[in-house]
C-alpha cells in the first residue's frame, strides 16, 4: 500500500469513512436500532450565513420510512454527545418513524 | 428488489406524454474521481481510440470559469459541452439539461450521431447527486425534458479514478473522494507509473468502501479501455449500504442547498478564478507556481490552468499542480479556442486568497500592469 503521507492534510486522524462508521454506530445505540436497520450518514455544504459551512446530515432507513437527525458540524468534528443530541431532538419531534414524502 | 427499491422507488410524475421516436436509450457513463486524480487524461486516452469514435462527451467544471474543456482533445467529430458551477448542487438539473441538448442537437442534425455519452464530472461532485437523477424511481420525472433524457438515456456505469499516489488523502479526508469510489462499478489507478504500486493491497483498502468495484491499474499490461464500457445497466445490487442511504438521502433531504450561493464555494472548500487579458512574464508565473506550491499552509488542492506567455504568444502553457505536486507544464501548439486569455482555477481550503489574489497581480510584465485584469 502507498503511505502517502499529506503534510498539509487539516484532518490527520481518522478517515473520514471510519468516522462515519463511529457515528453510525452511536446513532445505532441512542436510537436503540438494530443492525438491520440501514444508517446512512452525509456531510452536506450548507450555505446559510449564519451555519457553518458543513452539516452533517444522518438518515435512519425503515421500510418506507426515514428519520432525518442534523448536526451543524463537519463530519470529522462530531462526536458522540452530538449524535446523543440530535438522536434525543429527533425522537421529540418524531415519536414515530417519519413517512417518507 | 434493491434496498433502494423497497425504500424510496415513488411512481415519477409526468407531464401530458409527448411522442418520441423509437431508438435505444443511449448508454452514459459517469467518470468521476477527486481533483487531479486524472480523469481528463483517461477521457483523453478513451477519446483518442477509435473505437470510441462515437462517444459524445459532456464536462463540468468547479468554478466560474472553464478551462478543463479546453484540455479535452475531443475533435471535430465529437461534441462536447460543458457546464461551468458548483455541479454537487445543479446536478439534478445540470445533467439531465445537458443529456437533452445532446439529444435535441442529434435529432435537429446539428450533432453528429453518438452511440455513447461519457460525463466527467468535477473533482468534487457528489456523485450520489447526478446517479440519482439518471436512475428509475431516483429524482422525480417532471418536465418534458427529464421524460425524454429518461426514456433516450440510460445510466450505465459509474468510473472513478483513483491517484496511487495521494488517493489515501482523497478517500480518508474527504467526503467526495469516498463517495466517488464507493458509487463505482470500476476503479482506474492512475499514475502507477510513477511509483510501485500493489495493486492487491489497494484492492483491499476498496473492500471496505467498494468490494465490488473492479480495480484496473491504467499502466498495467492487461489495461482495456473497452472493460470499463460493458452492455448493461448500472446496478445498484451490489453497493454497499451508504450508497443506498446516499440515494435515500437525496430522495428525502433533496438538494438542501440554495442554488444561488456562491459557486466557487462547497462547503469549506473554494475555487479562486484568475484571469490576465494580458499575455505574461514566463519567469515572474514560474516563481508564481513555485511560491504557491511550497507553501506548507496555502491549502492548495489543486491549481490548473492555460496561460499565455510573452516569450512564445501562440503557444499557450498549461500548467497544473495537485495539492503540493507541481507538474511539469506544457505548451500546447495553438490555442484550443478563441478564447486567448490565461486563465487560472485554484481549489483549496482556507487558501489565502488575499496574498495569492497580488502574486497573481504581479504576472504581467510591468509595462501592461495598467491592463490587468482579475476576477
Known amino acids: ?101 | 428488489m434493491s434496498a433502494f427499491d423497497r425504500f424510496f422507488r415513488k411512481p415519477a410524475v409526468r407531464e401530458a406524454p409527448i411522442t418520441l421516436p423509437a431508438s435505444d436509450e443511449v448508454p452514459v457513463t459517469l467518470l468521476t474521481g477527486f481533483l487531479g486524480s486524472g480523469k481528463t487524461s483517461l477521457l483523453n486516452e478513451i477519446l483518442n481510440s477509435p473505437g470510441f469514435a462515437d462517444t459524445a462527451v459532456v464536462v463540468n467544471e468547479f468554478g466560474t470559469i472553464s478551462i478543463d474543456h479546453e484540455l479535452v482533445h475531443a475533435g471535430q467529430e465529437r461534441y462536447v459541452l460543458t457546464s461551468a458551477g458548483c455541479l454537487c448542487c445543479t446536478a439534478t438539473s445540470d445533467i439531465r439539461e445537458s443529456l437533452f441538448k445532446l439529444y435535441q442537437g442529434r435529432q435537429r442534425g446539428e450533432l453528429p450521431s453518438f452511440s455513447r455519452v461519457i460525463v466527467e464530472t468535477t473533482g468534487l461532485a457528489d456523485p450520489a447527486a447526478i446517479v440519482n437523477s439518471l436512475i428509475p424511481g431516483g429524482a422525480p420525472v417532471v418536465t418534458q425534458q427529464d421524460q425524454v433524457v429518461a426514456s433516450q438515456f440510460r445510466l450505465a456505469s459509474v468510473i472513478s479514478t483513483l491517484d496511487s499516489t495521494c488517493g489515501d488523502d482523497a478517500i480518508s479526508n474527504h467526503m467526495e473522494g469516498w463517495k466517488q469510489i464507493a458509487f463505482a462499478n470500476d476503479v482506474v489507478l492512475t499514475k502507477s507509473d510513477l511509483l510501485d504500486v500493489n495493486r492487491d493491497t489497494w484492492q483491499e483498502r476498496l473492500a471496505t468502501i467498494n468490494p465490488s468495484a473492479m480495480l484496473h491499474d491504467r499502466h498495467a499490461d492487461d489495461f482495456s479501455l473497452v472493460s470499463l464500457f460493458p452492455n448493461g445497466t448500472y446496478d445498484l445490487t451490489n453497493k454497499v449500504d451508504d450508497v443506498i442511504g446516499w440515494l435515500a438521502m437525496e430522495t428525502v433531504v433533496g438538494q438542501a442547498h440554495d442554488h444561488a450561493h456562491d459557486p466557487n464555494r462547497h462547503g469549506g472548500i473554494q475555487a479562486l478564478p484568475l484571469i490576465h487579458e494580458t499575455l505574461l512574464d514566463p519567469r515572474r508565473v514560474q516563481g508564481f507556481l513555485d511560491i504557491l506550491t511550497s507553501q506548507r499552509h496555502a491549502g492548495m488542492l489543486r491549481l490548473k490552468g492555460l496561460l499565455g506567455l510573452t516569450d512564445d504568444p501562440a503557444r499557450p502553457l498549461v500548467v497544473h499542480a495537485i495539492q503540493h505536486k507541481l507538474y511539469p507544464s506544457k505548451r500546447l501548439a495553438h490555442w484550443p479556442s478563441d478564447d486567448k486569455r490565461s486563465r487560472l482555477m485554484l481549489i483549496g481550503q482556507d487558501m489565502p486568497l488575499g496574498p495569492i489574489q497580488e502574486l497573481f497581480d504581479g504576472l504581467i510584465p510591468r509595462s501592461k500592469k495598467k491592463r490587468r485584469k482579475s476576477v
Open chain 1, 1 to 101: 500500500m502507498n503511505s502517502f503521507a499529506n503534510p498539509f492534510m487539516r484532518h490527520a486522524s481518522t478517515p473520514v469513512f471510519a468516522h462515519a462508521a463511529e457515528i453510525k454506530r452511536w446513532a445505532r445505540q441512542a436510537l436503540e436500532l438494530d443492525q438491520k436497520v440501514i444508517i446512512s450518514v452525509n456531510e452536506i455544504a450548507c450555505p446559510q450565513p449564519d451555519c457553518p459551512p458543513q452539516e452533517t446530515v444522518i438518515l435512519v432507513l425503515r421500510a418506507g420510512s426515514a428519520v432525518k437527525l442534523s448536526i451543524h458540524k463537519a463530519l470529522a468534528d462530531v462526536v458522540e454527545a452530538d449524535v446523543i443530541d440530535a438522536a434525543r431532538e429527533a425522537e421529540a419531534l418524531e415519536p414515530a418513524s417519519s413517512t417518507v414524502s
